[in-house]
Structure formats: C-alpha cells, structure tokens
T-cell receptor, first 117, second 112 residues
C-alpha cells in the first residue's frame, strides 16, 4: 500500500503560537490531500481538501485564516494552526488517495496530537 | 443532508465472542468502505464493497453490502485481542467525488 508520513506525531505548544504539521506521500504523488480533525471517542471530521497547486477547499465552519493549508508539491501538504488556543487541541490527521481518482480508498498519515496549553 | 448512521457506538465482548457493526445510509450508494483504527493509531483501509448483495471475507471478518446498496455490516467471528479498535464505515459524498462521509464508528472492547 501507499505510505503517507505525517510529522510531528505530537506537539505541545503555548497558547498564541503557531504549529505546522507536515504530510508527505512517500511513494506516490498526491494531487489531493484531505485534512481531518478527530476529537476523543469521535469520528473523523473533514476540515479541508488540499489540491496541489491551487487553494484548499474548506468545510463549512472551518476558519481558513486559522488553519492554513499549503499543497505546494505533489508529495507535500502542510497544515498550520495559527495562533493556537486550547480549544484547538485535537488529533489532526491527513489522508490521500493513491491515484487521485473517484471513490478510492484513502491512505492515512499517523496523525498529530496537538495540545495547546 | 447525506448521513450515514453506524451502530452500536460501543460493543463489549468476551474474547472469542462475535462482534457486529452496522451502517445505514440515507442514500443509495455506489460503494462503501470500511476502516479500522487501533487505539492511538490512524484509520487503515480494510475493504471496499461495490456490488449489490456483495459478501466479502477476510479471515474472521465478513463484510456485507445490502441488496438495495443502502446498508452494510461488518461481522467478526471469535474476536481476538488484536481486533480491538474502532471500526468505521465510509461512503462517497454526493457533493464531491473525492470525499468520504464517515460513520460515527463502533468501538470493539474486549472484556478483561
């Protein structure tokens, strides 16, 4: 299967700082990357869809100025949580379809546990 | 809007007992996918069902897709500790060809 590498695995930061999360497709080119947020004991909530070379598409209720997504290459997408606050503490996880086609299975990164103090 | 209902939220079983989780959609589906997320881990793809009435097996796991392609189930026979985790179904979004709509997940818990 395809490999998606996500870093860091966990991060603790002070309120007001910014945190960047990287997601790399190691053995395929990801034209599309999905960013999810998952609260404890809950399902995956899609935050945004990033497309290589174009602006990300954000889901309703997700602040695009707070959650900056950059997909500058076919193997790297980044999510930056700007001016993080305790309510942003969550598990963030990226995923991508290998071929970028319809109804494809998704390959997930290992996730980033963000704790904002 | 499009919804997928997954039940139960939790299932506690003794090791060796069976486990089943069900998903029901508000729409007729082209396909449905199943994923497993171990505690502290990330979702891992298990299978995709496409055909009406399809039944697929992976060792002790049996996946079914309803005749009307609106519901699906995952059944695990004789659970083992390695089966612990949360099982999610996911269906294609009607609004986007690339996105998935996720069920709430069913957490399999093995009683000590």
């Amino acid at each position: 299967g395809a490999v998606v590498s996500q870093h860091p695995s966990w991060v603790i930061c002070k309120s007001g700082t910014s945190v960047k999360i990287e997601c790399r497709s190691l053995d395929f080119q990801a034209t599309t990357m999905f960013w999810y947020r998952q609260f404890p004991k809950q399902s995956l909530m899609l935050m945004a869809t990033s497309n290589e070379g174009s602006k990300a598409t954000y889901e309703q209720g997700v602040e695009k100025d707070k959650f900056l997504i950059n997909h500058a290459s076919l193997t790297l997408s980044t999510l930056t949580v700007t001016s993080a606050h305790p309510e942003d503490s969550s598990f963030y996880i990226c995923s991508a379809p290998r071929l970028g086609g319809f109804n494809e299975k998704l390959f997930f990164g290992s996730g980033t546990q963000l704790s904002v103090l | 809007g499009q919804q997928v209902m997954q039940i139960p939220q939790y299932q506690h079983v003794q090791e060796g007992e069976d486990f089943t989780t069900y998903c029901n959609s508000s729409t007729t589906l082209s396909n449905i996918q199943w994923y497993k997320q171990r505690p502290g881990g990330h979702p891992v793809f298990l299978i995709q069902l496409v055909k009406s009435g399809e039944v697929k097996k992976q060792k002790r796991l049996t996946f079914q897709f309803g005749e009307a392609k609106k519901n699906s189930s995952l059944h695990i026979t004789a659970t083992q500790t390695t089966d612990v985790g949360t099982y999610f179904c996911a269906e294609p979004s009607m609004d986007s060809n690339y996105q998935l709509i996720w069920g709430a997940g069913t957490k399999l818990i093995i009683k000590p």
